[in-house]
């Protein structure tokens, strides 16, 4: 089961099974937190609560959302070379999606900003939202400082030590 913690915004427009207390994810990344772009057409941003990865995906159907999310999420791992048997094993973890309100400020925060540098690029990637993804996940984020600076180097550094163990 994966926890999505949704913005008002996002929440507003995705029909969802709401998270009980006490559900936490179970998958290697843990929780996500999304929200919905004001583009033409809406796009969603997911970003990982651990890795600080990004994640556009198209939002029409919206009622399909979180069943493609998965495969979303999928694609960009394989863009970051995420072996497959990870892969495969995280995906199947996130066949149940479970949405709740935000908890975390500086991953709202972080969203916030990745939103902004969207803009920025998005003329750059007009149809491309893999590319996008993968783009933004080498930007520097403050609450990486003292790891691993970027979210694609984040998420390295997790897929290893979830290897290793």
Same mark, same amino acid.
């Given at each position: 089961?994966?926890?999505?913690?949704?913005?008002?915004?996002?929440?507003?427009?995705?029909?969802?099974?709401?998270?009980?207390?006490?559900?936490?994810?179970t998958?290697?990344?843990? &929780?996500w937190?999304? *929200?919905? %772009?004001?583009?033409r +057409? #809406?796009?969603?941003?997911? =970003?990982? /609560?651990?890795?600080?990865l @990004?994640?556009?995906?198209?939002? &029409?159907?919206?009622? *399909?959302? %979180?069943?493609?999310? +998965? #495969?979303?999420?999928?694609? =960009?791992l /394989?863009?970051?070379?995420? @072996?497959?048997?990870?892969?495969?094993?995280?995906t199947?973890?996130?066949?149940?999606?479970?949405? #709740?309100?935000?908890?975390?400020r500086?991953?709202?925060?972080?969203?916030?900003?990745?939103?902004?540098?969207?803009?920025?690029h998005?003329?750059d990637?007009?149809?491309?939202?893999?590319?996008?993804?993968?783009?933004?996940?080498?930007?520097?984020?403050?609450?990486?400082?003292k790891?691993?600076?970027?979210?694609?180097?984040?998420?390295?550094?997790?897929?290893e030590?979830?290897?290793?163990?």
């Amino acid at each position: 089961m994966v926890i999505i913690h949704g913005t008002q915004r996002f929440r507003d427009r995705v029909t969802a099974t709401p998270a009980a207390d006490g559900d936490t994810s179970t998958t290697i990344l843990g &929780a996500w937190y999304a *929200t919905v %772009l004001r583009w033409r +057409p #809406a796009v969603p941003l997911f =970003v990982n /609560a651990s890795t600080l990865l @990004p994640v556009f995906m198209s939002f &029409a159907p919206t009622r *399909t959302l %979180l069943d493609r999310f +998965p #495969a979303a999420v999928a694609e =960009v791992l /394989a863009a970051h070379g995420v @072996p497959t048997a990870v892969i495969t094993e995280e995906t199947a973890a996130m066949s149940t999606c479970r949405v #709740a309100p935000t908890a975390n400020r500086s991953v709202v925060g972080t969203m916030s900003d990745f939103s902004f540098l969207a803009d920025h690029h998005r003329g750059d990637f007009a149809n491309d939202l893999l590319g996008l993804s993968v783009q933004l996940a080498e930007t520097p984020c403050s609450p990486l400082y003292k790891r691993h600076i970027s979210p694609d180097r984040e998420l390295a550094a997790v897929i290893e030590r979830y290897l290793a163990s």
